[in-house]
T-cell receptor
């Protein structure tokens, strides 16, 4: 089983809203990632968690707040977003030692009005 | 340091003809190389990966890639294109970095399959 799930599939929010994206995997992976992907571009790394600790923050604005409550779950909390934050948000996970392969979820399509 | 260059932003083939998507890489380490496919409004699906085992790597859906160290290339091929192969393809170079994977994506190649 190489499945990473993400909810919701689609999200429309106003600039004053607070919402959260959720990512889950049950493969025993201990590294989890958030990416942002704009149309016709490759994914851009936002955050990396390794063993539930934040390892990388790629200078992401504070209106994006990641959280890793346990080894299977990764959240991305959104607050006061801008229309330019509209994108496909992808979650991925990888095993820390036996494999260097990232497995991606289907993504959440976010639209900020 | 690592980087990857996908030599074609757009490739168009007829159904039933061979597919070739080109990728060159640069890495200071022994690289791990991947090809992912992304259909419209979907996530990325792993097609195949090279991690210093056999240089000819077989993936899903009839795709293959050959690692050529002397040419620093990792081109993706398929003998016969299907309509369902129409998608965006990303070549990725990566390495382990203390419990997580550090990757660099190519800019992508859009494959169009003409009936």
């Amino acid at each position: 089983d190489t499945e990473v799930t993400q909810t919701p599939k689609h999200l429309v929010m106003g600039m004053t809203n607070k919402k959260s994206l959720k990512c889950e995997q049950h493969m025993g992976h201990r590294a989890m990632y958030w990416y942002k992907q704009k149309a016709k571009k490759p994914p851009e790394l936002m955050f990396v968690y390794s063993y539930e600790k934040l390892s990388i923050n790629e200078s992401v604005p504070s209106r994006f707040s990641p959280e890793c409550p346990n080894s299977s779950l990764l959240n991305l909390h959104l607050h006061a977003l801008q229309p330019e934050d509209s994108a496909l948000y992808l979650c991925a996970s990888s095993h820390p030692s036996t494999s260097d392969t990232q497995y991606f979820g289907p993504g959440t399509r976010l639209t900020v009005l | 340091a690592q980087s990857v260059t996908q030599l074609d932003s757009h490739v168009s083939v007829s159904e039933g003809t061979p597919v070739l998507l080109r990728c060159n890489y640069s890495s200071s380490y022994s690289p791990s190389l991947f090809w992912y496919v992304q259909h419209p409004n979907k996530g990325l699906q792993l097609l195949l990966k090279y991690t210093s085992a056999a240089t000819l790597v077989k993936g899903i859906n009839g795709f293959e890639a050959e690692f050529k160290k002397s040419e620093t290339s990792f081109h993706l091929t398929k003998p016969s294109a299907h309509m369902s192969d129409a998608a965006e393809y990303f070549c990725v170079v990566g390495r382990n970095s203390g419990g997580y994977q550090k990757v660099t994506f190519g800019t992508g190649t859009k494959l169009q399959v003409i009936p």
